[in-house]
């Protein structure tokens, strides 16, 4: 789904501004800066997990046939504004190179005289900046800073969704020193798909919501819950509806804070008649490293819940064959477990193999996704974690705000 001319949305209290798409902007002949999400996993000096990367890569390729020089840069990891080789994004530039078939410079920092040289240096059609939170002035979103990354480029592209919700400076500061701006296609990916879900959802729409806790869904359990024609809830945050119905969860997790707001949301939807399902059965174990069983509903005393049961992956995945859009964010169990991991990987497959719109967003759903091997059959894999959250609850992020036209 497209927005032509720039993207406007209101939805739930949401309003996107209208911001520039990347086909809109006079990029020929100019020096480009992409603020890219390249905070991946890095192990002994590699990366383990390059869906982030890959996920900006037509953005790059685009840009690259049209300016006359592109400069990326994104944050590693946290820092907090002391450098260090294993934050570097050394690894990153590696990894660009062979995906782009283009030499990639990385500079020896993000700002300074020599980084500034290196901008304007004809001989240098890619330059990777080095970790911006090397620089505590990032995450303070500080003037100067901002102002010194800005003076590096002539246009601004912001193609980072993963961190769209944070007010730092190259994702916020630094965009009002340019007259032309806009969004990476990655970006304008992401707020097409998320945008539709808060706007105007094929029916019926679906919801999977999954993860250790209920306090992390709240915001989008209450902004959604009155768009969804189906709502089915897995993953730890699961024990705690169970047991605000009165159900013995056992040692599972759960968050007694929570129950009287589980209590609430499952009368909301009663009442607006959306069905809330919940795990029938369960994989429960004494201890994760102990064998597991497979129980009713009610989890005997000592045993924990830790994934979805079979009669669970069943219901789950009629109410999925009936839908043609899916939203699902948080895995349905442990399935970093091998033992505990079927149910995650039942849905994953369940969504692929389903002719519907799908959206997974948030890390671990991803990397469940990936583990499955059925990503190429997901419509729209999210590249943002709290970003996402933010956005389906109906925040105003610091990253859209900024592009503002």
Sequence with gaps: MGYPNGLQLRAS??????????????????????????NVP???GKITETHRIESTLPTLRFILTKAKSLLLASHLGRPGGKKGPEWSLAPVRDHLEKSLSYPVSLAPDCIGAEVEALARN???????????????EEEANDPAFSQALASLADVYVNDAFGAAHRAHASIFGMAKFFREKGAGLLLQKELDYLGRILSSPERPFVAILGGAKVSDKIGVLKNLIS??????????????FLKAKGIAVGKSLIEEERIPLARELISQAESLGIPLFLPIDHIAAEEIKKKPITTDVGIPATYMGLDIGP???????????KARMILWNGPVGLFEEKKFSQGTKSIAQALAGHNAISVVAGGDTVAAVMQAGVEDKITHLSTGGGATLEFLEGKK?????????
Excluded: W
């Excluded at 990347?22 to 020929?28: A, G, K, Q, R």
């Excluded at 004809?122 to 505590?136: D, T």
């Excluded at 992020?397 to 036209?405: D, N, S």
């Design 13 to 38: 209290g949401l309003t996107i501004p209208m911001i520039c798409r990347l086909e809109e902007l006079d990029l020929s002949g100019k020096r480009v800066f992409v603020r890219a999400d390249f």
């Design 42 to 44: 890095v192990k002994k």
């Design 122 to 136: 004809p001989g240098h059609k890619v330059i990777l900046l080095e970790n911006l939170r090397f620089h505590k």
């Design 227 to 240: 768009k969804m024609d189906c709502l089915l809830i897995g993953g730890g945050m699961a024990y705690t």
């Design 311 to 321: 009669q669970t992956i069943t219901r789950f995945s009629q109410e999925i064959r």
């Design 397 to 405: 992020l610091p990253g859209i705000q900024a592009l503002e036209e």
